[in-house]
């Protein structure tokens, strides 16, 4: 499915609820893709009071710490036993997360 | 009407590091499943990642290498999709600020000479698990999951789409995996998946320069199952063409039992991967003098190392080439030549005996595991030079110094190879001279090709351990002809 990188001004349409639901394996009604429309149309309004803030000369930010270049040595550390690993899989099997088929 | 096919790669190579790009479990291959992991690799909330230092650095090398303009800063975004090899539900992946762009890699063509191929970009990233899809049962409705892959470094390096021939597909994957070994980046060994190949390639009209559709496949565990892809690819795309249809814009998948390539998702239902800087990493600043120093650290690479070694030992061009197209190949004959200083006849052996192994044995069979031992072969080739064994005998003692690795004089004592003294080959060349008078002849007349025809004789009588030079000296003498 393509869609416009963004609604007509200010506005989450059903259309994109469902998509967006899609991408992120949720399963809506359609009372609730009307209802997170409408909410999200309303949380797309208020971010978009930032637009009214002058921004010339502010570079683009990602990261709020001047922080750069943290590496961690090469160096192993001792992984977790199989058991540990497997212990929060809502199925396991032969050591393994069990999955529904994969095709 | 003709078309050609327009090629690009997409190379994934697994980085030769301890540990994993973001967190300290061990990569190595092949342990028990889901032994290699913890917090950050299982995606567990609140585990952080902290980027792995050496990772990092193999990766700017191989992006200088590649000639790519490494940009003062660089940083990870986030690649959303959902799949169970992925357990955090992202990739950590490098979309705006890839560490390198806008290099090249000279391709070798033999006697076409090279060929530039362009880099688009490389970018560090991290693999996903493994799905274990078990065999035999009929009527399974799951799919296992091994998580010791996932977080191995993952260097991504993108072509242009430059490739126009299947030979340039070739000699690209080779020159690629040549080059990722030299560094030693990578392992580099396709059976374990640690290189892996993805194939985009769309036909257009010869001569056209606007580009067709592209199809992309996956799943291409050995250069020469893209190349049988390609040949497919090309077929089928050209029959589609020539009905007046269109190529569709998909993602195939490789099936080795039917020779085929298949489809695995179409574009339009592709994922919208919402990209976005990732929060829980820094950017990495690269300093001018950290390229400098990467730069003159790069070890010899493969063009280089085959124009020392045809100048600095003497051998063709094209031996040089076979020679240095892979690090070890090129580590075992300066070994080799190091013990005997004959590189030459180190080179017609390698080039002969050896390599038609290796190559039985399969693409990731490397020189390093080879039964003969450099220092094997330098003894062997010195035993032929100072007369200790014939030519002949060495062709017999090669192979079991395969089979046993064992040294040759070991064998040759064992074996009683060893040559006949001068002295007892005067009463053999004497009793073929007896039974072939009409040869003796023939030389006494001048007809000198006959000798050659007495000598193959006298070479059987002693099962080859005659010194080849004194039997010639013999009949010579004893036709009184010298």
New interface residues.
């Given amino acids: 499915?393509?869609l416009p990188k963004v609604d007509h001004v200010g506005e989450i349409g059903e259309e994109r609820v469902r998509?967006v639901a899609l991408?992120s394996?949720l399963e809506l009604t359609d009372d609730e893709v009307g209802r997170f429309a409408r909410e999200l149309t309303a949380v797309i309004h208020h971010i978009n009071k930032l637009e009214e803030l002058d921004l010339t000369g502010v570079e683009p930010t990602?990261?709020p710490?001047p922080?750069?270049?943290?590496?961690?040595?090469?160096?192993?550390?001792p992984?977790?036993?199989?058991e540990a690993?497997?212990s929060?899989a809502p199925?396991q099997?032969?050591?393994?997360?069990?999955?529904?088929?994969?095709i | 009407m003709e078309f050609e096919p327009v090629i690009g790669f997409e190379v994934h190579a697994e980085l030769k590091t301890n540990t994993k790009v973001w967190c300290g479990c061990p990569t190595t291959f092949g342990a028990p499943v889901n032994t290699q992991t913890c917090p950050v690799c299982l995606g567990q909330p609140g585990a952080l990642p902290v980027l792995n230092g050496r990772a990092f650095e193999i990766s700017l090398g191989v992006a200088t290498a590649l000639n790519c303009e490494i940009p003062r800063e660089t940083d990870f975004d986030r690649k959303n999709y959902y799949y169970p090899d992925l357990p955090k539900n992202y990739q950590i992946s490098q979309q705006f600020r890839p560490l390198g762009r806008g290099g090249w890699l000279d391709i070798d063509l033999g006697a076409e000479g090279t060929r530039r191929i362009g880099i688009d970009n490389i970018h560090l990233e991290e693999d996903a698990g493994k799905n274990i899809h078990p065999e035999g049962a009929t009527h399974v409705d799951y799919s296992l999951i091994d998580l010791n892959r996932a977080g191995t470094p993952l260097l991504e390096i993108v072509s242009t789409p430059d490739i126009r021939t299947k030979a340039e597909a070739e000699a690209y994957m080779k020159g690629m995996k040549s080059l990722l070994e030299y560094l030693d980046a990578s392992d580099c060994k396709m059976e374990e998946g640690r290189l892996r190949f993805e194939l985009n390639i769309s036909l257009r009209p010869k001569g056209s320069s606007t580009l067709g559709q592209k199809v992309e496949i996956k799943n291409l565990n050995s250069i020469s199952v893209v190349l049988k892809c390609i040949d497919h690819e090309i077929e089928r795309q050209t029959d589609i063409l020539e009905e007046g249809g269109e190529v569709e814009g998909e993602s195939r998948l490789w099936d080795e039992a039917k020779l085929v390539t298949r489809t695995m998702r179409k574009k339009e239902t592709s994922f919208d991967y919402r990209y976005f800087p990732d929060p829980d990493l820094v950017t990495i600043v690269v300093t001018e003098e950290q390229k400098k120093r990467i730069a003159e650290e790069l070890p010899e690479l493969p063009l280089a190392k085959r124009a020392r070694f045809a100048e600095q030992y003497g051998i063709p061009e094209y031996d040089a080439g076979v020679l240095t197209a892979n690090l070890q190949m090129a580590d075992y004959f300066e070994a080799a030549v190091r013990a005997h200083d004959n590189p030459k006849s180190v080179s017609n052996w390698m080039m002969t005996e050896m390599i038609r192994r290796l190559n039985e044995a399969g693409e990731d069979a490397g020189a390093a595991d080879f039964a003969v031992r450099p220092e094997a072969l330098a003894e062997l080739v010195r035993m032929i030079d100072d007369d200790s064994i014939t030519g002949k005998i060495a062709k017999k003692v090669y192979p079991l110094m395969v089979e046993t690795g064992r040294m040759p004089s070991v064998i040759v004592e064992e074996e009683g190879l060893k040559p006949i003294d001068d002295s007892a080959i005067e009463p053999v060349v004497r009793k073929v001279l007896d039974e072939n008078p009409k040869m003796v002849a023939e030389i006494q007349d001048g007809k000198m090709k006959a000798i050659g025809g007495l000598m193959g004789q006298v070479m059987r009588a002693t099962g080859g351990k005659a010194n080849p030079q004194t039997v010639q000296t013999l009949i010579k003498k004893l036709c009184g002809v010298e």
Avoid: Y
């Avoid at chain 1, 922080?67 to 550390?77: A, E, I, P």
């Fill in positions: 499915m393509s998509h991408l394996r990602s990261h710490m922080l750069t270049n943290v590496f961690r040595q090469d160096v192993v550390v992984s977790l036993p199989n690993a497997l929060n199925e099997r032969d050591g393994c997360f069990k999955v529904p088929q994969i």
